[in-house]
């Protein structure tokens, strides 16, 4: 099916949450940098699913968990396309990105011996970096982190530096939650391998932005949440190489990723199962993989060039505002604007524009370090999906200018 | 005046305001007439960690009442702090401890002492009572 051309107000309509006024004001959503709307078909797709199709996967002869069972398995396919993956086995249905990554440093983590190290950088959320301090204290190993500079771009010769042959794995965010900077990540990548570390790729904030396509990148595994790509909560995606996922132990014990129990011994399940202890979060599975045809269906190259621009039309807005400093100025970023303003806390300016209507993000962003390296309590952040417009941030503006001179006076 | 009489007040108060940018200007007021702590006061004891705005509470007992002074990064926060400060200052510890703590709820702000905030608020509401608790110990 060929893509629509874009149109903003037409894709508008197929989100019901953008339609409605908070405070009795119209609702502006700045705030999809943490989670974004949903269009209808998605609602949809999971109100049909309990209304008419819910049962248990992989284990009914019945007609129900038939059907239950190919959707769900239709899903991962779709999802498998959607980020170029070889083969369907290597895609692994999780709660989010927190419990892909989670997975991976327990798993993959079982491998590594004391003295080994762990790459991670500056400008991880808490996320890609607690699983780590958590392998380290169980195994030994040493994390080190790769420095980046005041505009928010990794410091390249350090990275260099730091990589050597005890290095066992690189975990590292693909697009800043917090900056926007889209890290060299192909780069990164080939230099990572070149000391035969693996490399774990935080795809949360870049699967809903960019084109992935994880055998073009050649990363070991790639993780994102579906309630950040227009899908639902409580499902998420950890992509691995098939040989990787294969050599890996098992995560979590239970039913589904067994093939044989008794008292005395079980064996495992073929990949994807052996990774998908329990009943898994059905609804959420087929409710990401309505969203990801929703996004093919979209023409995306379009979408992405339309949030460009209002990053651009915001940033340059923003930039004329004395005492307003933007965080976060890397050459290549996406669609997020983290701003702090001279002698003003975030929460007082996010709080004033949530009373105008207007949804940002304020605090730390579950990016402690990497406020401690701005020396800044936290920042005031809008991120912009392709539903948003040009008028929503001329009315941001406007609220942030009165907001200013309320707390200001 | 018993805490309930200064909770009506405030109450009777903010009832003029409709509109929530008016009445935020008016806590954003009272933030800012609120007297900072001094430096030296604002030790790690005394900081309460909130995960959007911090919030440092120094408490004081003269003639048995209890005396609160306290300071928070966030401007808003801090015209909150006055409020609660306002109610519970030159009470008893028991008259601290058996109080329903219901103005906030009234005047709309409810949000602020949500434990999903986390702006501190809710933390020194609680530790304003431990204090009186502790006094009534002592």
Request: aromatic share 8%.
């Amino acid at each position: 099916m060929a893509p629509v051309p874009f149109s903003v107000s037409a894709i508008r309509e197929l989100f019901p949450a953008l339609r409605q006024k908070v405070y009795g004001k119209q609702l502006i959503y700045f705030d999809n940098g943490a989670t974004s709307q949903k269009p209808q078909v998605v609602l949809d797709t999971l109100q049909q699913y309990y209304a008419l199709e819910n049962a248990n996967i992989h284990r009914g002869v019945h007609y129900l968990s038939q059907q239950a069972t190919s959707a769900y398995e239709a899903a991962r396919r779709n999802i498998q396309q959607y980020i170029g993956a070889k083969a369907p086995e290597e895609i692994i249905f999780t709660k989010g990105t927190t419990d892909s990554i989670n997975l991976v440093a327990f798993s993959f983590g079982e491998r590594l011996k004391p003295g080994d190290e762990i790459l991670i950088s500056a400008m991880e959320p808490h996320s890609n970096i607690v699983p780590w301090q958590l392998l380290c204290e169980r195994k030994g190993c040493i994390l080190r982190v790769i420095p980046i500079s005041k505009k928010g771009e990794l410091d390249l010769q350090a990275f260099e530096q730091m990589l050597n042959e005890r290095t066992k794995i690189l975990a590292i965010t693909h697009i800043s939650n917090t900056l926007g900077t889209i890290n060299p990540v192909k780069e990164l990548i080939s230099k990572a391998h070149q000391v035969g570390a693996k490399v774990l790729l935080d795809g949360a904030q870049s699967i809903q932005h960019l084109s992935i396509d994880v055998q073009d990148l050649n990363c070991d595994f790639y993780t994102f949440s579906g309630h950040k790509v227009f899908g639902p909560t409580g499902i998420g995606i950890l992509y691995g190489k098939e040989a990787l996922l294969d050599s890996m132990p098992p995560y979590q014990g239970g039913g589904d990723m067994i093939a044989k129990v008794t008292f005395e011994r079980s064996t495992y399940n073929m990949l994807p199962l052996k990774f998908e202890a329990g009943t898994p979060h059905i609804a959420g599975a087929i409710g990401l993989g309505s969203a990801i045809s929703f996004l093919q269906g979209l023409d995306m190259q379009a979408a992405a060039a339309h949030e460009l621009e209002l990053t651009k039309y915001a940033q340059g807005i923003l930039d004329t505002f004395e005492g307003l400093h933007i965080i976060g100025e890397a050459k290549h970023k996406t669609s997020v604007v983290s701003f702090t303003i001279d002698g003003m806390h975030p929460f007082d300016i996010g709080t004033l524009l949530d009373k105008q209507g207007i949804a940002v993000r304020t605090g730390h962003h579950c990016t402690q370090p990497l406020m401690d390296f701005y020396q800044i309590p936290g920042t005031v952040r809008a991120s912009f999906a392709f539903y948003n417009t040009k008028e929503e941030i001329d009315i941001f503006v406007a609220a942030l200018e009165r907001s200013m001179q309320i707390l200001g006076a | 005046m018993s805490i309930q009489v200064k909770q009506q007040e405030i109450i009777d108060e903010f009832a003029i305001y409709d509109d929530w940018m008016d009445k935020y200007e008016y806590i954003i007021e009272l933030g800012k007439s609120v007297p900072t702590l001094s430096p030296e006061l604002k030790t790690t004891e005394r900081l309460i960690e909130g995960c959007q705005s911090n919030v440092w509470l120094a408490t004081d007992i003269k003639d048995g009442k209890m005396q609160f002074s306290a300071d928070s990064d966030a401007i808003i926060t801090k015209g909150i702090i006055g409020l609660l400060i306002h109610v519970y200052n030159n009470e008893s510890p028991a008259a601290i401890l058996q109080a329903e703590l219901f103005f906030i709820n009234e005047i709309g702000l409810a949000e602020h002492l949500s434990p999903t905030r986390a702006n501190g608020l809710l933390s020194m509401v609680k530790r304003m009572k431990t204090e009186a608790l502790q006094s009534l110990a002592q």
